[in-house]
């Protein structure tokens, strides 16, 4: 049965075990912190997903070897910090 969870962003990057064919929905601000959502299937095996923060402004470069695919965009503190969730893709 699939169902959506709800996950922590780090802006700093971070890593997340997820179902195989768990499917990206949104990035919001809950709370005054950044969640992403997702629909999936629990009973999926897992598998590790890798995911980088960029921030309006700063410098954007992509180690070689790697692709980022875009998911969304959020706001933090105050719009003192704008956010772009990127999964990291690896070849």
């Known amino acids: 049965m699939r169902v ?20 990206f929905l949104s990035v919001q601000v809950q709370r005054h912190d950044a969640q992403s959502w997702w629909l999936l299937d629990p009973e999926q095996p897992m598998v590790k997903r890798t ?5 309006t402004g700063h410098p954007f470069t992509v180690p070689d070897g790697d692709t980022e695919v875009f998911l ?10 704008v956010g772009h969730l990127f999964e990291v893709l690896r070849r």
């Open 4 to 23: 959506i969870y709800k996950y922590a962003v780090q802006v700093e990057g971070f890593m997340l075990d997820l179902p195989r064919e768990a499917e």
């Open 72 to 81: 969304g965009t959020f706001i933090l503190y105050e719009g003192d910090f």
């Open 51 to 55: 995911f980088r923060v960029r921030g």
